[in-house]
């Protein structure tokens, strides 16, 4: 007999979600690439239920409608797989979130799940405020968590001033993160996870993965790494035994520069001393289906269609702009004016040889260019202009081709002076801490010939020597009130 009521809707459910999860096993046996450009989006569901749209569509709809009491009532009770309310699911989010989990998943036969967020901020804030609740059985214990100082400015304040002082929650700062015993020594049993960016942002720090989750599994706590830097196309922590993974999307995920995302993409079963058996079978889903729609930092469709539309190239361009970023690299390395290069590719790198055993051009082995594995190390490095600070302000304006913003993973080159910019807030001490000299510039070499980028280079450090060099001039004429207001007398 046909079921009725609310057991119809499930039984439709069941139907679909198994049909679901078999795309999904299929999709997981093609190369990245392929699902790079497919996703989770099938040619069926296009032809039955979007007009043959050959992409994803965007919906752009706050909620979703039921055909009647028995359905809105499984719906909400989580009975049946459903959106509900942009606030918590979107279809759009979903295909989003769907092609992230395979990506940071590939390669190994674990499975994996994805929450997509508003920003990496907002990704970070929901990964880690999941284990900074209060534990029953020890209600009175003083909460810390173990992470690395070379974060990301925003990840820093985050950690210093929203959690450490106005919370409690004590961050114990890892300074020198290849060192085990340094990591372990502040670890006790009050301690809700570790977490490290690998590499950092901008410093390039780079710790031993696998050495390091271990260590967080022996104490029964997760390993949360953010890989923002990395991209699922030249490293995939999971693999290597991490439980959670922090993506700012907006980078060179989405290098389009079109859109604010984050995503957190986990593995089944993690690690936690928390005891909550819902979240350790299934942390971002769970995150989505509860915390976060409760908090409500979750992505706008539109956001996952922008993101997703720029991730089908990724690994492509993560190649092309790595290979553009050694050439640079190389170039500054021998420059008279320049004190220090920092990019992981680079021999001279102290923690090269680390981070070739982790930074893989994914699939390389089979691509015909190749036919092996190649080390590539992403688009990211940082330099050191001689004389301090003023130099490294005046070579920084000179730059005509590359663009002066707080901003990274473009498809443009974009550069920023990281003391003055992304990590003026923590202070000298922080900066100290963090390794952010003043004459610090950070270089994010996007997908241009990297000749060109070279000559930018060189024409801008000739100020150095004297010579006068065009800086763009001012010409607020086409830029109305916006810019009006930061012209300077
Ligand atoms: C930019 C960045 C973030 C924050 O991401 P948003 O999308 O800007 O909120 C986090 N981690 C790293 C490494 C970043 O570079």
């Known amino acids: 007999m046909e079921p009725t009521g609310i057991d119809y809707y499930k039984e439709a459910a ?24 497919h996703g989770i989006y099938s040619m069926q569901e296009a032809l039955d239920y979007n007009q043959g749209s050959i992409i994803e569509p965007i919906y752009m709809s706050t ?10 009532e499984a719906a909400l009770g989580y009975m049946v797989p459903t959106w509900c309310y942009s606030r918590i699911a979107n279809p759009t989010m979903y295909y989003l979130e769907g092609v992230m989990a395979l990506l940071d998943g590939y390669g190994s036969d674990i499975e994996t799940s994805c929450i997509a967020t508003s ?26 968590f173990v992470a690395t100082t070379q974060l990301y400015g925003g990840t820093f304040q985050q ?17 020198n993160s290849t060192d085990l015993s340094e990591w372990e020594s502040l670890i006790d049993e009050n301690t809700r996870f ?17 050495a390091v989750t271990a260590l967080a599994h022996k104490h029964g706590i997760p390993m949360i790494v953010d890989a923002t830097v990395a991209t699922p196309a030249l490293m995939r922590p999971i693999e290597h035994g991490a439980d959670i993974v922090i993506q700012s999307v907006t980078k060179s995920m989405a290098t389009g520069g079109t859109s604010i995302a984050g995503a957190i993409i986990s593995r089944k ?24 729609r409760d908090n409500g930092p979750n992505i706008s469709p539109m956001n996952a269609f922008l993101a997703l539309n720029d991730i089908r190239t990724l690994r492509m361009r993560m190649d092309a702009t790595s290979r553009n970023t050694q050439k640079v690299a190389e170039f500054l390395e021998t420059h008279k004016h320049i ?105 994010c070499v996007g997908a241009e010939h990297p000749d060109d980028m070279i000559n930018d280079l060189d024409r801008a450090l000739s100020v150095l020597d004297g010579k006068k060099v065009f800086i763009t001039a001012p010409d607020y004429s086409a830029g109305g009130a916006s810019s009006a207001r930061l012209r300077k007398e």
């Open 14 to 37: 069941k139907r679909a979600m198994q049909w679901q999860a078999k795309y999904q096993k299929e999709m997981m046996q093609c190369r990245f690439d392929t699902i790079a450009v």
């Open 269 to 292: 079963n993690i690690t936690s001393n928390i005891d909550n058996p819902e979240m350790k079978a299934d942390f971002a889903t769970y995150l989505k289906l509860l915390p976060n």
């Open 119 to 144: 920003s990496g901020m907002a990704a970070i804030q929901s990964a880690v405020d999941q284990f900074l609740v209060v534990d029953p059985k020890h209600p009175a214990a003083p909460m810390n």
């Open 159 to 175: 950690f210093s001033i929203r959690k450490d002082v106005e919370r409690a929650v004590e961050w114990r700062k890892v300074v």
């Open 63 to 72: 909620s979703q409608a039921y055909r009647d009491s028995d359905e809105m």
């Open 339 to 443: 004190e220090k290069v920092a990019y992981l590719g680079l021999k001279s790198h102290p923690l090269h040889d680390l981070a070739s055993q982790y930074m893989v051009l994914v699939d390389s082995e089979y691509d015909e260019l190749y036919g092996e594995k190649v080390n590539r190390f992403g688009h990211l490095m940082s330099f050191n202009v001689k004389g301090g600070a003023q130099p490294t302000r005046n070579v920084f304006d000179a730059f005509t081709r590359i663009w002066r913003a707080t901003d990274l993973g473009r498809i443009k080159s974009v550069a920023t002076i990281p003391a003055i910019s992304t990590h003026s807030q923590q202070g000298e001490k922080g900066r100290e801490m963090a390794d952010i000299p003043p004459n610090m510039i950070r270089l």
């Open 194 to 210: 570790l977490y490290g960016e690998l590499p950092s942002n901008p410093g390039l720090a780079f710790f031993d993965l696998k």
